[in-house]
């Protein structure tokens, strides 16, 4: 049983890591929030994982991980959207131009 | 007796003051009577103080003092009030005639001057100033109406104030009697901490400086006392003008003339010799400082007689006279001639005011104070000329005018105690009668040159407003003598207190007449209607004469050596203040700006950055919990 | 019971209520509110100085209410004591050195409101700031709790930095910012030596002793006084071997630390050379008006902190260190007279001048006698009037003439006649002519001082000379010569201006004559001090 949670949470710390480094080297906004995307699943998973796997297992695992999906799904059309504003404004998406932070 | 008058000495200066107060208050209102109200108070002043001279001349002799609290906390006890004594009755009657004088005058002499309400404005406060210090009752008053009469002294000096040299010449005199006047400020300090109950009146200073005893019965040693007053000296040497800060005196005649003859030469530079007179209980019991006083006084008084002779400017000749006669009046003081010094000042503040409003009159008619531009045009003016001439006389110390029983009466005190000092009074007895007798002839008689330039209209005497107090001045320059004559000594016993016997000392009589006379004999020879030309014996000694011409060079050496490096200084420290001090203020702030830009490189704005940054952060935690947190797994 | 105190401190916020209620165009309505409200803490100030004087000296006011508490952890010292806290109280009163000091700041900040009239632009911000830049200043001058004091001082700042950079001249920001720094710096400092005394001066038992006991932190003034002048106190005594430790004592070199610290502090303030460099930009930068308040009443606020917080709560740390204050006063005089000798333009050189007479309030200190620090407190409300006076004036030059730089005005007193007069006489009150406020001030300073260091007051006489010489230079320079073509038809001073110059000149003028207006309500409080730097010794 737990080898099972151990191969579950490895491969969502797999996933992790491959969105965590999309984030930080990739220079198209659109793959950063692919990226995102990524690194969400493997949160996911991993609550997954831990509702079947878990020390007490229980449904509200899977519900949250809905909730999740759910939340991922608005937050990429709200990134998209202003990338597109972006996109109007700057005629690019590479992360590197976007420093008004700085200012 | 009862004194009748002498409750009212308050009123005597409160009539200038309110001269002054109506005046600049009120100035459109009274406008056209300016002049009618500055007369109208110094001549209830001068009715007033004449009727207390008279008062104590006839019967009390005794002091008459009102104090009230001005200023009171712990030891500190601060009062102001009126004291009457022989001396300040005196006092009152020689500023109050002059002044009432010199108001007349000035009604005259200033009726073109747009802003005579100011004029006359100014003198009400000056002479209220100079009757407040005059009946002072203690050191503090004293010092504050001291600061006072230098103040109007500086505001008239700089009456016309778009000359930048009656700028200069103001300056220079606030600044020069500010530094006498920190003398005699510390000498309050000193005598503030050391007078039992920190009194600093007269008459207490008198009881602990009566005598050696009382005052090491009190803690104070003889070298203090010759601190104490060496520097009230000090506050003395700045006001009266004696060397080394005579240089302002001079320059103040670029103040209207009537001034000139008020304030410096008849009254305000005569409080210096009036200060040391009132506490000459202290100068008494100094050796050193008595030493002090007679040799600056006597030096100057030849000093400033030099300088005279070689002057062209007719007020500046005057003026280096005033300084020179100070130095007299000091030379008696310092040899113990209380009396003399005294009745010195007396005669002087008559027949020098005499002198200055003559040649004011001289002036306002010509338009020149340069004497070899009158060159005898002043002739025409019969009124001013003959006043000027019994002025002259008196000056110079010709007998029987005021001049030589006061000259006379200093000569034969120091006849008696220095014959040094002795010489140097008769020499500059001389230069005295020879610089009055140039002065006299190239303005009054000396024959019109045929090239004239500039207007050559005819010269017309002043008006009667202006004559009538040269008329009374030339009187009293004749008759002031008589109060004190080497057969007569009531006025030492009036003044001192002291019964004094007669000092008839006819060897001085005689050489002070002798020189005076021959004084007056070699400037006729030179300067007569007959005489030969100036530049024939001052190219023979043309150094010298130089030397003279340019008063010594002092005004030269004060620029050089105290003007010029307080500048400097002031630059150096300029400098050191903009770039070093604030330098490093500078710099402080930029290292902490420096401090924080290097962790503004961090923020730049990417975004990824920013991650991999927190990634790192991250990571370092969980290793430092690896390393470290061995409990919490 | 009325809290007169609390009513005279918080009056200006009237001002800011109605004025925040006012549409921000309408400029005339708003400058009226202001200076309005600006006469209504000088009525108030007035009346606590009839009140004061009439009711006899011992009945100076004071309000106290309990403000601040808050509870320490008590396991530590369970059984001894019952409680242990820290407080802060709400404490005001106008006795001590406070009651010429705040009618002087209630007179120039109203004279100062009404000449703002010269403010064109942002006129509603600029009034509310000002009345309460007002609340800080008079609040300083009350307080006597150290961190009351503490929050008043601080208060002061944040109007003072938009006054300054939001309306003041070409390099406002930056004189702004370093206004704030410096000043935040001297806080800072201010804060440490606070705490220092506060926790171990500060502290009270209340209640028996014994278990039943509340110990009790606060920064109340009185209660410090008290602690450090009893022998007898937790402060005072030195653990010794038998004794066990005690944390409360406070020892020589700490007594020296929060000195130094309360020095630096205060003298930021004051200035004392040579932390003096950020208000010369101030007096240059700032609008005129608002220099009147920061030369005439916030550089006191420095001198009044020396006092009433330093040598109030550490005399015998003053009295051994007074030969230094000695010098560093004689530095500011003739440092200031000096700088401001050489100076071109008029602001600096009154800011200099300010270093100097600042100078004089030190010797008053280091006198350490009753004479002295009436001196010094004389030289403090003198000094108020006057450069009020001055920048007023000042003022008024800068807006006929566009400049102030002494080269390049000459011969005014032709056409400003009344100015020029009035700039004459604040010259002369600065260089310290009798009859007017500066000469009682320098004297008292001056002979305070020689009781304790003769030389000192000796070498201090060359401040009076140095004075003469560069107030004439400035002034005359200005008002007198011939006068330049490009000034020949200014206009002549309207009594709109005239108004507040004529009050500040008749101040300057009645504590000339009368310096007993000064010197009687502070007696008592002098007294106290002189006492127990007496007893201390």
Known sequence: MSSMLASYLTLAAILFCIGLYGVLTKRSAVIVLLSIELMLNAVNLNLIAFSKYGVVPSLKGQVFSLFNIAIAAAEVAVGIAILIALYRNRATTNVDEFNELRN | MESVYAQYVWAVPIAPLLAFLVLTLMRCVVKGSAAFIGVGSSLIACVLSILILLERLSASTNVYTVNVEWLSFGAVHFELGYELTNLNALMLVIVTVVSTLVNLYAKGYMADDERQTVFFAYIGLFTFSMLGLVISPNLLQLYIFWELVGVCSFLLIGFWYERPAARAAAKKAFIMTRIGDVGLLIAILILFWHMPNHALDFQSIGQVFASVDTMSQYGISAGLATWIASLIFLGAIGKSGQFPLHTWLPDAMEGPTPISALIHAATMVAAGVYLVARTFDIFQLSQTAMLIVASVGGFTAIFAATIAIAQRDMKRILAYSTVSQLGYMMLALGLGAVTAGIFHLFTHAFFKALLFLGAGSVIHAVHTQNIFQINGRGRSMKITAWTFAIGALALSGVPPLSGFWSKDAILSAAWESNKLLFAIGVVAAFLTAFYMSRLFFIVFTRAKRVHTEGTDSPIHESPAVMTIPLVVLAVLAVVAGFVYTPFYSGFETWITGVAASDHTNVIVIIVSTIVALSGIGLGYFIYGPNGVREDRWSNVIKPLYHLVERKYYVDELYKLFAVYPLKVLGKVLDVFDRYIIDGIVRYTASCTVQFGKLFTRIQNGQLQSYGLLSLYGFSALLLLLLLLGKGLW | ????????????????????????????????????????????????????????????????????????????????????????????????????????????????????????????????????????????????????????????????????????????????????????????????????????????????????????????????????????????????????????????????????????????????????????????????????????????????????????????????????????????????????????????????????????????????????????????????????????????????????????????????????????LAGLASLGLPGLSGFMAELLSLLGLYGQLPWAAIAGGLGIILSAVYVLRGVLAITYGPLDMRFAQLKGTQAVEALPAVVLTFAIILIGVLPAVVTIPIEQGIERMIHIIQAGR
């Open chain 3, 1 to 424: 019971m009325i809290p007169w105190l609390t009513l005279l401190a918080f009056s200006p916020l009237v001002g800011v209520l109605l004025l925040s209620l006012v549409p921000s165009d309408r400029v005339k309505l708003l400058r009226c509110i202001g200076i309005a409200a600006s006469l209504l803490p000088l009525l108030l100030a007035f009346f606590i100085y009839a009140y004061v004087n009439v009711e006899g000296q011992g009945s100076s006011l004071t309000e106290r209410y309990n403000w601040i508490a808050i509870p320490l952890n008590i396991e530590a010292i369970q059984p001894y004591v019952q409680s242990w806290a820290f407080e802060i109280d709400y404490h005001l009163s106008i006795g001590g050195l406070s009651l010429p000091l705040v009618v002087m700041t209630a007179i120039v900040t109203a004279m100062a409101a009404w000449a703002s009239l010269t403010i064109k632009q942002r006129v509603k911000s600029y009034y509310i700031w000002f009345l309460l830049l007002e609340v800080g200043m008079l609040g300083v001058f009350m307080a006597r709790d150290l961190f009351l004091f503490f929050l008043f001082f601080e208060w002061t700042l944040v109007p003072m930095f938009f006054l300054i950079g939001i309306w003041g001249f070409a390099k406002r920001e930056k004189a702004a910012n370093r206004f704030l720094v410096y000043n935040g710096l001297g806080s800072a400092l201010l804060l440490v030596a606070f705490l220092i005394l506060t926790v171990t001066a500060g502290l009270a038992v209340h209640g028996d002793a014994g278990a039943s006991s509340h110990l009790v932190y606060s920064g109340d003034l009185e209660q410090m006084i008290r602690q450090l002048g009893d022998a007898q106190s937790f402060v005072n005594t030195l653990p010794g071997p038998a004794s066990s430790f005690n944390p409360f004592y406070l020892s020589e070199a700490w007594r020296a630390t929060a000195f130094i610290l309360l020095l630096i502090a205060f003298g930021i303030k004051l200035p004392i050379f040579p932390f003096h460099t950020w208000m010369l930009r101030v007096h240059v930068e700032a609008p005129t008006p608002v220099v009147m308040l920061h030369s005439g009443v916030l550089l006191k606020m420095g001198a009044y902190g020396l006092i009433q917080f330093g040598l109030a709560i550490l005399p015998q740390s003053f009295a051994s260190w007074s030969t230094v204050l000695a010098i560093i006063g004689l530095v500011n005089i003739v440092y200031g007279a000096l700088l401001a000798y050489v100076q071109k333009e008029l602001r600096l050189l009154l800011a200099y001048s300010s270093i100097s007479h600042m100078g004089f309030v030190l010797l008053g200190i280091a006198a350490m006698n009753d004479i002295g620090l009436q001196g010094a407190v004389l030289q403090m409300v003198s000094h108020g009037f006057i450069s009020a006076l001055f920048f007023l004036l000042v003022g008024c030059l800068l807006e006929r003439t566009g400049t102030s730089r002494i080269d390049e005005l000459g011969g005014l007193a032709n056409r400003l006649p009344f100015l020029s007069a009035l700039l004459l």
